[in-house]
């Protein structure tokens, strides 16, 4: 069962845009991680967010939660070609890791 | 280099012929994972371990089997695969538990015919 839902599931803007996604959740979490994917291969880390943080930022990207709605956001500011790829939201219920399916970024040229 | 280490990269096989997927970490990790990539469907856990000789079932652990004899090593096994496990897999390991980042292995595409 899918815990994590990614909104949009595709989403194209122009190079130097700033990128938002969200991610909305269904039971109560310890924490929400966001990872990125080029093009099939594995995942790479981006930021987590504990479930008493409200905002977190790395760089350009900007992670908010709201656990009252159960959702968080990732912002992506002055976006570039090499931003390019699927974000997916991951959170933990007991000792599982529940992934969303993910938006798919293009930044245009 | 700290890594996660999956073999083989790609594999074609028939229905039917066992099949053991290899990961390795060297990070001293307590925490591995096992997923499934389809398209449309996100990832989603099959296994998962949080220390040695403890493991349990992900989301979609039907047709799987897994161990932890070592604490940087988690195989994943398909006793006798078929066609609908074609798939993307993924290895992942995390210092302790879900609350930690999780590293991925580079990915293992498996065609079963």
């Known amino acids: 069962s899918q815990q994590g839902e990614e909104d949009p599931q595709a989403l194209s803007i122009q190079e130097g845009e700033n990128a938002t996604m969200n991610c909305s959740y269904k039971?109560?979490?310890?924490?929400l991680q966001w990872y990125r994917q080029n093009s099939g291969r594995g995942l790479v880390h981006l930021i987590l967010?504990?479930?008493?943080?409200r905002e977190k930022h790395s760089g350009r990207l900007r992670v908010t939660l709201d656990t009252s709605k159960k959702s968080s956001s990732l912002l992506i500011t002055a976006s570039r070609a090499a931003d390019t790829a699927s974000y997916f939201c991951?959170?933990?219920?007991?000792?599982?890791?529940?992934f969303g399916k993910g938006t798919r970024l293009h930044i245009l040229p | 280099e700290a890594q996660v280490t999956q073999n083989p990269r790609y594999l074609i096989t028939v229905t039917g012929k066992k099949l053991t997927v290899t990961c390795s970490q060297n990070?001293?990790?307590?925490?591995m994972s096992w997923y499934r990539q389809d398209p449309g469907l996100g990832l989603r856990q099959i296994y998962y371990?949080?220390?040695?000789?403890?493991?349990d079932k992900g989301d979609v652990p039907e047709g799987y089997k897994v161990s932890r004899k070592e604490k940087r090593n988690f195989p994943l096994i398909l006793e006798s695969p078929s066609p609908n496990q074609t798939s993307l897999y993924f290895c992942?390991?995390?210092?302790?538990?879900?609350?930690?980042?999780?590293?991925f292995g580079p990915g293992t595409r498996l065609t079963v015919t």
């Open positions: 992942a390991s995390s210092y302790r538990a879900s609350t930690y980042e999780q590293y």
């Open positions: 039971t109560s979490i310890n924490n």
């Open positions: 967010i504990r479930s008493n943080e």
């Open positions: 991951a959170t933990d219920r007991d000792d599982k890791i529940i």
């Open positions: 990070m001293n990790h307590e925490y």
């Open positions: 371990s949080m220390n040695v000789e403890v493991t």
